[in-house]
T-cell receptor, first 116, second 114 residues
Framework: AQSVTQPDIHITVSEGASLELRCNYSYGATPYLFWYVQSPGQGLQLLLK??????LVQGIKGFEAEFKRSQSSFNLRKPSVHWSDAAEYFCAVGPNYGGATNKLIFGTGTLLAVQP | ETGVTQTPRHLVMGMTNKKSLKCEQHLGHNAMYWYKQSAKKPLELMFVYNFKEQTENNSVPSRFSPECPNSSHLFLHLHTLQPEDSALYLC?????????????FGDGTRLSIL
């Protein structure tokens, strides 16, 4: 069965420091991969997605993620964190079998706190 | 992002009440979704509609009844809910129901069952 693991429930970084949020997935083939961010009291906003091709993808707000097939990982990174990045981050996996069923599987999220 | 609007933002109801959640998308999308977000649990997909037709019911109890009158509107009718149904209910939409279509989310309805 497909699954998504975000090992870090809560992370605290200092403003200006670099950030890496981990995401591992379990899937028989290369899935579609997404990162979403949720600010308090709001819905989820798409940060970036990976479908195929270049394994390093750029997203909005200065985020990037790298797909590593050998490690079944899709970690999210940002070189310098801003206080406004404090939010909860969700990794999601979508099936890639040529079907028409958009059933995303989400991780449990990583809550990011940013210290001044 | 205001492309997907959900009302109300907050709802408190008793277990015997009947209420409805509303979702409207202004993105010209054809697929719409309901999710349940509970504390410390992954988002749970509840229902998927594509061109107004329900294509997915993820074993949701019958006390949740979805309705999709057109591609822009999605409702979730609630009746005889249980305390464990308290959660944030998120609506999403996508251009199509294909697996590579990014989903756009509303801000959710925070539901509390007394």
């Amino acid at each position: 069965a497909q699954s998504v693991t975000q090992p870090d429930i809560h992370i605290t970084v200092s403003e200006g420091a670099s950030l890496e949020l981990r995401c591992n997935y379990s899937y028989g083939a290369t899935p579609y991969l997404f990162w979403y961010v949720q600010s308090p009291g709001q819905g989820l906003q798409l940060l970036l997605k990976y479908f195929s091709g270049d394994t390093l993808v750029q997203g909005i707000k200065g985020f990037e993620a790298e797909f590593k097939r050998s490690q079944s990982s899709f970690n999210l990174r940002k070189p310098s964190v801003h206080w406004s990045d404090a939010a909860e981050y969700f990794c999601a996996v979508g099936p890639n079998y040529g079907g028409a069923t958009n059933k995303l599987i989400f991780g449990t999220g990583t809550l990011l706190a940013v210290q001044p | 992002e205001t492309g997907v609007t959900q009302t109300p933002r907050h709802l408190v109801m008793g277990m015997t009440n009947k209420k409805s959640l509303k979702c409207e998308q202004h993105l010209g999308h054809n697929a719409m979704y309901w999710y349940k977000q509970s504390a410390k649990k992954p988002l749970e997909l509840m229902f998927v509609y594509n061109f107004k037709e329900q294509t997915e019911n993820n074993s949701v109890p019958s006390r949740f009844s979805p309705e999709c009158p057109n591609s822009s509107h999605l409702f979730l009718h609630l009746h005889t809910l249980q305390p464990e149904d308290s959660a944030l209910y998120l609506c999403a939409s996508s251009q199509g129901a294909g697996e590579n279509q990014p989903q756009h989310f509303g801000d959710g309805t925070r539901l509390s069952i007394l």
